[in-house]
């Protein structure tokens, strides 16, 4: 049973910057899709960004230029780090992994970004 542990949420002001951790239990793949996805209260969970099966990374279009994830392999651990932190990258942010047809989620991490 594969388990995600999310760590790194808080409390920012605007503009500044926070980088949250997605330790992975169990042996992953750096082909496996992981990567993040976050959900604001009243809202749909949205892809924020990730790893793709193929290898590469998408990011939604709202924090490209801003969020940069990446990944440790050996540790087993997926990062995302949060640049200029806008009152709308409020939000749950929740890791993501699949492994074949399974998908697991983390249990998530609060983002908050107020002044």
């Known amino acids: 049973q594969v388990q995600l542990v999310e760590s790194g949420g808080g409390l920012v002001q605007p503009g500044g910057s926070l980088r949250l951790s997605c330790a992975a239990s169990?042996?992953?793949?750096?082909?496996?899709?992981m990567g993040w996805y976050r959900q604001a209260p009243g809202k749909q969970r949205e892809l924020v960004a990730v790893?793709?099966?193929?290898?590469?990374?998408d990011y939604a279009d709202s924090v490209k230029g801003r969020f940069t994830i990446s990944r440790d392999n050996a540790k087993n651990t997926v990062y995302l780090q949060m640049n200029s932190l806008k009152p709308e990258d409020t939000a749950v942010y929740y890791c993501?992994?699949?492994?074949?047809?399974?998908?697991?989620w983390g249990q998530g991490t609060q983002v908050t970004v107020s002044s």
């Open positions: 993501y992994l699949q492994i074949a047809t399974d998908g697991y």
């Open positions: 790893f793709t099966s193929g290898g590469r990374t």
């Open positions: 169990g042996s992953i793949f750096s082909r496996n899709f």
